[in-house]
């Protein structure tokens, strides 16, 4: 069984930053990408960043130069630095991953995490 462990949401004022964490675990073979989505109230969800397997990195033109991907390999997590927050920023941030598994390749999510920017 896979799970994708989310933390780092929280209450931060505009200007202000955080930093979310994500660790995949379970029978894990390899990892082709991981990633962000957020979902804020009555809004589609959206994808925020995704890093794949060789550190390629996309991200939404909303958070381009102010919110940076990255993974560490070795302990299968992902992590996501969010800095010059905005109120807009405000959702719950999901993780996801694309993985291989032994039931074979499968987006796993996380559960979701509170992201609040607020003064």
């Known amino acids: 069984q896979v799970q994708l462990v989310e933390s780092g949401g929280g209450l931060v004022q505009p200007g202000g930053s955080l930093r979310l964490s994500c660790a995949a675990s379970g029978s894990i073979f390899s990892i082709y990408a991981m990633g962000w989505h957020r979902q804020a109230p009555g809004k589609q969800r959206e994808l925020v960043a995704v890093i794949t397997s060789g550190g390629s990195t996309n991200y939404a033109e909303s958070v381009k130069g102010r919110f940076t991907i990255s993974r560490d390999n070795a302990k299968n997590t992902v992590f996501l630095q969010m800095n010059s927050l905005k109120p807009e920023d405000t959702a719950v941030y999901y993780c996801?991953?694309?993985?291989?598994?032994?039931?074979?390749?499968?987006?796993?999510w996380g559960q979701g995490t509170q992201v609040t920017v607020s003064s």
């Open positions: 996801n991953a694309d993985l291989n598994t032994k039931v074979g390749r499968t987006t796993y």
